[in-house]
């Protein structure tokens, strides 16, 4: 493969695994010196992308070397590897619990770990519709007692999430990789899980998730945080106006199943 001038960066505007590589960029302050392409749902589908990133999924990136790689943590674990990290924890036992934080939520929240049709992520649950619509292919729709099953376990990481992170960020005093992988997922959480499912707003009170409501506060007084969040959230401020969320209340009516937690 021929060199390229600089790497690059596939970006999308509302996917929290690729806005976790957009934070370290913005917070390491090193955004120039890379080539960022913000791309859309059909850029994904396109051979020019699939050759980039064979699952059709961002982040992906090009390596200086005009390689390509994929998958967040991987894109992650090479700039941090490449330009240093944001911030280094002081022991191994610290950073230990940092990659465990990323670990969690790459494998319980926000992977399918499979890549046919009728799989998906954990976080699926809250947008994904039951059925084919504009929105949803039909490999991707999800139905009844998967999508109870995953919101049990959303609720689940979060309260593992709530006992066990350092303070007053996830792996400490202060920001890392974990805060950067989990506060794009928690802005999906924010949204749509008090507007579409009735549950508490799970970051805005104190009564359930205090701990992690207090670091949520705190990482939104951060302006690379901010601006990130209001990205994700008026990305789906724009979906719900269009009607995405529809066919999933449609499914709440079925009493069979938990819905709502507590």
């Known amino acids: 493969m021929t060199e390229v001038r600089k790497p690059v960066f596939y970006d999308m505007v509302h996917s929290n695994n690729a806005a976790s590589i957009r934070l370290w960029m913005k917070l390491t302050k090193r ?18 992308f699939r050759k980039i990133s064979p699952l059709g999924k961002v982040p992906a990136f090009i390596l200086p070397n005009g390689k390509y790689i994929f998958e967040s943590r991987v894109i992650m674990n090479y700039l941090q590897d490449k330009y240093g990290r944001f911030t280094t924890l002081p022991t191994a036992e610290d950073r230990a619990f940092e990659a465990l934080f990323c670990r969690t939520h790459d494998v319980y929240i926000s992977s399918p770990n499979c890549t046919q049709p009728g799989f998906s992520h954990t976080q699926g649950c809250m947008y994904l519709a039951p059925y084919e619509t504009k929105w949803c292919d039909a490999s991707r729709v999800m139905d009844r007692p998967t999508r109870a099953a995953k919101l049990a376990e959303i609720w689940k990481q979060l ?17 890392t990789s974990a805060d950067m992988t989990w506060f794009p997922t928690t802005i999906f959480m924010e949204f749509m899980l008090p507007r579409v499912f009735g549950w508490p ?8 998730f205090p701990r992690l409501a207090a670091w949520f506060e705190l990482l939104e007084t951060n302006e690379v945080f901010s601006a990130v969040r209001l990205d994700i959230w008026n990305f789906w401020v724009k979906k719900e106006e269009e009607g995405q969320f529809e066919s999933i209340k449609g499914e709440l009516v079925d009493t069979n199943f938990k819905w709502v937690y507590p």
């Open 201 to 208: 707003k799970v970051f805005r009170e104190k009564e359930h």
């Open 159 to 175: 309260g593992w999430l709530e006992e066990n992170m350092i303070g007053p960020f996830l792996a400490g005093d202060v920001i």
């Open 31 to 48: 955004e120039d010196e890379f080539e960022v392409h913000m791309v859309t749902y059909a850029d994904l589908k396109s051979d020019w």
